[in-house]
């Protein structure tokens, strides 16, 4: 679809990413995070400099808050994690660790970290490092409550005991030496080292970020990446960071830092790099095709160079609403049904996003493996369906076409409200009284967690790139992203059969069949998948950004 870089072969375990994209993918593969030995596409650009990079106000900026994009954009630069997912082999590789291995049934696994490798305050990073974090993420009494995103320790030996208060410390954690981290999980679970690649799990020098000191932390984390601090997150406005010298897990940064520069909106920004202001922008829905024309195609949809500088590659990301299941109207599943066959997401597909969409019809993306086309049957396009079963849920339609139903939309006040307003008149055209209620993103989140909404804009990028990623957070009870307050008891169980199989293709099936089971209880609708839709300026020399939304700007580079 236009210059959108399908992945025609989704990403399997130890894949490579396939398709349109391939070729220029595979000549941009390199070793280790940082690393630049790997063929150039560009000329490379001269080193120093500051690069300003766009984000949206984060959650924020160190592992126990990284609840958005924006949020994982600045700490996957501030922060390496045991293991690194390199898109562009397709290959998941050691970071921190040396090496790792696994007992026959997976429950067991054993990470060698480096040695010599540094926090940005100059201690070394050992096994230690990484329990005192994975501890900190998971004990209340790091900031009042465990982290929204402890999740992605779930399956390791002790974690409800951590997370109820009961216990101070993973049973299933130890240190047999300074570089030896020995994990053990409650089930099987083959893909445990890719959840190991999330920043969320990266290291923190032990006894920071807790109780008293958890604020300065959370405004000017310690971390261990390619990036430090410079000086604190000032909220709302940006998070200056600089090249960390004594960085060891690849190459030094090329320019001297990156200034994550805030802004609410992508108008905003994309105006300022219009003007020469700022050197990577989102670009709004809207102006799509003019950023395509102006600024040029990249060659992968990936990496910008001077001339090709939008990038339009595939994310491994869904749109999607949420609907809050204890809602008194959303708790009935006719209705979620009837309001996700109303929305026409080709049309908005066609006329909002200028190609730089597709539509939905499954909660795991298309480059997943495990996608299968028309998986979410409620995700068609069929109004007659909808409005038989609004009938049946008791909201019959009057002479004048009116239905008595009236909720709120809940949206990002950040964002184009184009695609919203175009669901809104789907759903008015169904008699239904829908109000777009925009709220500032943390206000949003709060709403979710709390459970004080109806329906609501969200979307979801993966941490590491299997199905599990999407159908454990999403749905499982008690997740801080299970925004829709679903809670099933057949969904845990499928869920956990799930990921206790050991056998790949044994457990794409068995994920399928999770699949299934919450795609006809709708607690989301899926809206779209979209390319990554950012550009540079012409001063970068090079910049990628990954499938998964991450910045490499370690490898970034000015010509000026």
């Not at 590659?313 to 959303?330: A, H, I, R």
């Not at 049309?347 to 028309?374: F, L, M, N, Q, T």
């Not at 007659?384 to 909201?395: F, I, N, P, T």
Request: charged content about 25%; glycine content about 8%; hydrophobic content about 35%.
């Amino acid at each position: 679809m236009d210059a959108r870089k399908l992945l025609s072969t989704p990403l399997s375990r130890r894949g490579v990413i396939a398709g349109s994209a391939a070729a220029a993918v595979a000549a941009l593969a390199g070793c280790k995070k940082g690393d630049d030995t790997a063929a150039q596409v560009a000329t490379t650009g001269t080193a120093g400099g500051t690069l300003s990079y766009h984000i949206e106000n984060p959650t924020g900026i160190e592992p126990y808050t990284l609840e958005d994009e924006n949020a994982v954009a600045v700490a996957f630069n501030l922060f390496d994690a045991l293991t690194y997912y390199n898109f562009k082999t397709g290959e998941l590789e050691d970071l921190v660790a040396e090496s790792h291995e696994h007992n026959d049934d997976d429950t067991a696994w054993t990470f060698h970290v480096r040695k010599g490798t540094k926090f940005h305050d100059g201690s070394e990073v050992t096994a230690k490092s990484f329990k005192y974090a994975w501890n900190r993420l998971c004990n209340p009494a790091t900031s009042d409550q465990p982290s929204n995103v402890s999740y992605h320790l779930s399956m390791v030996k002790g974690y409800e005991d951590v997370t109820a208060g009961t216990a101070t410390e993973l049973a299933g954690l130890t240190c047999p030496d300074d570089y030896t981290l020995v994990v053990e999980l409650e089930q099987p679970y083959a893909d445990f080292d890719y959840v190991c690649a999330a920043p969320v799990l990266s290291p923190i020098p032990e006894g920071q970020g807790s109780g008293d000191g958890y604020k300065d932390f959370a405004l000017g984390p310690v971390g261990n990446g390619p990036f430090k601090m410079k000086g604190s997150w000032v909220d709302g406005q940006y998070v200056e960071t600089e090249r960390f010298e004594d960085y060891t897990n690849g190459d030094a940064p090329k320019v001297d830092g990156v200034r994550f520069a805030i802004y609410r909106d992508s108008n905003t920004a994309y105006k300022e790099l219009d003007a020469g202001s700022l050197d990577c922008s989102l670009v709004p829905i809207n102006a799509t095709k003019q950023a395509k024309e102006s600024y040029g195609e990249s060659a992968d949809g990936y990496t910008a160079t001077p001339g090709s500088q939008f990038l339009g590659g595939t994310m491994l990301y869904t749109q999607f609403l949420s609907f809050n299941v204890d809602d008194p109207v959303m708790g009935d599943v006719r209705v979620r049904r009837a309001l996700s066959l109303a929305i026409n997401r080709q049309a908005i597909c066609d006329a909002i996003y200028e190609g730089s969409a597709k539509p939905a019809d499954d909660i795991v993306p298309e480059a997943i493996d495990g996608y299968r086309e028309g998986a979410w049957k409620w995700a068609a396009y069929d109004p007659d369906q909808a409005a038989q079963l609004l009938d049946e849920a008791g909201y019959t339609a009057d002479a004048d076409g009116k239905r008595n139903l009236s909720f709120k939309l809940m949206t990002n006040a950040a964002n184009t409200q184009d695609e919203y307003q175009a669901i809104q008149a789907d759903w008015q055209k169904l008699g239904l009284d829908v109000e777009i209620d925009k709220v500032e993103y943390a206000a949003m989140y709060q709403s979710y967690l709390d459970g004080t909404y109806s329906v609501g804009a969200r979307a979801w990028y993966a941490d590491y790139p299997i199905a599990d990623n999407y159908l454990y957070p999403l749905f499982h009870k008690g997740n801080g992203d299970n925004v829709s307050h679903f809670a099933d008891d057949k969904y845990e169980e499928l869920i956990a059969t799930a990921r206790a199989t050991a056998d790949h293709d044994e457990r794409v099936a068995a994920m399928q069949a999770v699949d299934d089971y919450v795609a006809d209880l709708v607690p989301y609708a899926p809206l779209n998948y979209r390319s990554l839709a950012r550009c540079t300026d012409k001063r970068v020399a090079e910049l990628t950004v990954s499938p998964q939304i991450l910045p490499l700007l370690s490898e970034a580079s000015l010509s000026e």
